[in-house]
């Protein structure tokens, strides 16, 4: 159990990394780049460049989520912080924590979805508290 703590926050950390870096390549240096490319270069370039930066930003989302989870589990639920006795299994306050972060977005999603959505500063400040 010590090993897997740093191990995961490491490779969480990288994963990050990959996909944040990846993130600002498609948003601001692909961009910008494939409009200056004729047609005949970006039939080229694109079939050989999209799918390999796509297969890492997908992977590098998908290893950060998996090694986050991972780590809320070891930190929170097997590092005793879930505010209860290990001993005493998955308690209130973990299920508190799995409904808020799975439940939350769905909240959020009503939330801009409603007529709420139009004023900027009202919905702003609904969706911090």
Known sequence: M???HPLFKWLHIIAGITWIG???FFNWINGHFA???DGDTK???VP???PRALYWFRWGAAWTWITGIVLLLVVFYHG???FEDVESGFGTNALVMIAVTFLGVFLYDALYKSGLASNVRVVTI???F
């Open 35 to 37: 409009a200056t490319l």
């Open 22 to 24: 990846l993130l600002y």
């Open 80 to 82: 005793g912080l879930t």
């Open 43 to 45: 039939k080229k370039v």
């Open 48 to 50: 050989e460049l999209m």
């Open 126 to 128: 609904t969706a911090l």
């Open 2 to 4: 010590e090993l897997i």
